[in-house]
């Protein structure tokens, strides 16, 4: 292995730990590795071993114990840091994690964490989320620290190297995302890069009803000493889904290439992702329902056939970091996105039970043509510094980012018909009775600029046993939106505005293998636009501001880890005035949670990773008092995800793995008369690497099974604005894949 510059030696052996810091006590495992070779031992403990890659001037975290999860992910502004330092909840899930559950798309990886509840998106296929109890939206994912860069809707996993999670607020560490969500946490992906190993893997696989997948991942490292690197990731599915009659056929590649050398390292990743779905089933709109219908059986189809998307998006990022000296490094990165979207959607609403004729799971049909097109320009650039002021050290940050973002768009729709969610009426088509703009030829109908400068001091004190992180970002923000017809003609106000959120941290190690942590975080996302029945219709209201306090534990036991976490979350809602039919920030959301995470290998034979949290979602100071005291909409109260990975006694090649993920019931309306029951769902898996050869070769044969009894459930209710969504859980479904290791 090359030897590494001095910008990134600092975490090449401890993840950010400095010599005269207590250090970890948590083996590493690649960052990037593959199944072990049958003859290999499972785990092996004891001397931290770091093969990997640097990204964005800063390295990726070793894996913990057991490999799937890392001991550390990135922070924003400050880089990639191992979480034992930082005073925020942060959990990153490996590759290893990703191939072994065979998670496709981000939300499989996700749900992994009990804080993290997945949906579908509000009358798309986009796959949406909440961590805390806070929506969050595809289009905030980060790349790399870089918000803008990948699709927007759905992202595929076969280029990606971790998933990282950042639990809690986030506006100084990351900034306003460009879907202007938030508040609850974040979500970066990091790239796959060239690792020191030679890779040539090629995957084929089988999902049922009929989706076929085949997938190629090559990476090498060239050069005296092994300086340059490229790796590329294309992968192909496409077939019939578990939901009857749903096809979707996704392709994906990527390529990075990257060079480090004594003092810098630069890397530029370019990649092309496509998915196309046909009768495709999302969420159902609640409508004017009084009650929640029963989940109607799970292969169920209650979208219409003329329902489907195209997403298409080309993405780009290149990033660096230079040494200037031993203790200061300057980093930059710029990325770029360009995505396009056409689809007709047709999402159910509920009907009213005072209907005539109502039968129960009666719903209404209609048609939106929608086409758009976005276009973002992102980038960011800082420098980091230590220093020392007699006894005391200091970790110094100063970073700019900022992103521009066009959207064009047009849409039409049709008038609505009648259905049923548990014996759907055939609709192939419905003709047309408005439009907003050409689909032809879409015009511009929102441009978002955002810029913000952070600055932050992490003091080390007590040979950094106590250490206090204070620091600030400026943001501003303005968002234009334009008439769909007439790209001249403003529609609403704009919102620009901009604010100084600060942020307060405190780590104190009072042992090496514990850490305790305080944090007040604030987030920023651009606020709501009054909805047309009120007396303000169009009228943005701003900027949001939600503000953060947590403290928690964080542990270390070198085979196993874990932390417990307490926050409070407030942040304003709106609702239209009853008396004065304003639309306005009269009413408040404050989540008070708990949160459990252990993760690590217990035994030789056991990996487990397990979460559990439980959260207070209370609206209070609501117009007229009306909803105080109630659950907020779509929040369950608790939920559990529970995974472990045994290595068969006798068997050292055949591995099971079980996962059991368990909801808590969530209302689906403020009023809180709406129930969503608690569901219970467990997945299965099986793995055999089987020696290929005398070289080290294997073929990893996985055999996964999702939702195993086909329970038939609303896996969770969302709410955007003043309207609520159901995500019904999909079906069980088989996963089954043969991994050829070349090399």
Known sequence: MASLPAWAASSSTDTGHRADAPAPAAPAAPADAAAPAPSEPTTQFGTVHVQGQVTGGDRVPPAYAGGQIATGGRIGVLGEKNAANVPFSVVSFTSQLINNQQDGTLAGVLENDAAVQSSNGYGNFAQTFQIRGFNFDGDDVSFGGLYGVLPRQIVQTNYVNRVELFKGANAFAKGVGPGGSGVGGAVNLEPKRATDKPITRLRLGYA??????????????????????????????????????ENA????????????????????????????????????????????????????????EFANTE????????SGAFD?????????????NHSHESGDYGQPVLSSPDSTGYQVGDATVSRLTVVRATQTYTGQAGFRGHFDT????????????GYYQRADSAYNYSGSVDTNLYQPATIDSLPTIGSAGDLNDPNVVSRTHANGWALSDTAGLFDDRLLVTVGARYQSLSIRNYDYNNADQASGKPIIGHRVSPVYGVVYKPTSWLSLYANHIEALQPGDTAPATAQN????????????DEVGAKLDFGRIGGSLALYQIKKPNAYLDPKTQQYGYFGEQRNRGVELNIHGQPTRRLKLLASATYVDPRLTQT???????????????????????????????????????????????????????????????????????????????RANVENVANSSYWSS????????YLTQGDPRTFKLSATFNFD
């Open 537 to 548: 219709p169009g009228q943005t209201l701003g900027i949001l501001h939600a503000k953060q």
């Open 717 to 724: 209710v969302r709410r955007i604005a003043s309207t609520n």
């Open 390 to 401: 007699g006894p005391i050290s200091h970790d110094v940050n100063l970073g700019y980012s």
């Open 208 to 245: 049922s009803d009929s989706q076929f997948e085949q997938s190629l991942d090559v990476g090498r490292r060239y050069g005296r000493n092994d300086q340059y690197g490229a790796r590329l990731n294309v992968q192909h599915e496409s077939g019939d889904t578990a939901i009857n009659k």
């Open 249 to 304: 056929n996704d392709t994906s590649a990527a390529i990075a290439l990257d060079y480090r050398g004594g003092r810098g390292h630069v890397a530029l990743d370019f990649g092309y992702q496509r998915q196309h779905i046909d009768h495709g089933r999302s969420t159902v709109r609640v409508g004017d329902a009084t009650t929640i219908p029963a989940a109607p059986d799970a292969e169920t189809n209650y979208w219409p």
């Open 311 to 318: 997403l298409k998006s080309e993405f780009g990022m290149l």
């Open 324 to 336: 200037i000296t031993d203790d200061w490094t300057a980093y930059a990165a710029f990325g770029g």
């Open 623 to 701: 117009p007229g008092d009306q909803f105080n005291g109630n659950d907020a909409v779509g929040v369950p109260n608790y939920r559990v995800a529970l995974s472990g990975d045994w290595q068969l006694p006798g068997a050292p090649h055949w591995h099971a793995n079980a996962r059991v993920i368990r909801t808590g019931s969530q209302y689906a309306d403020q009023a809180n008369d709406l129930k969503v029951d608690a569901w219970t769902r467990v997945d299965l898996g099986l793995r055999y690497n089987m020696p290929w050869g005398n070289d080290g070769r294997s073929i990893v044969w």
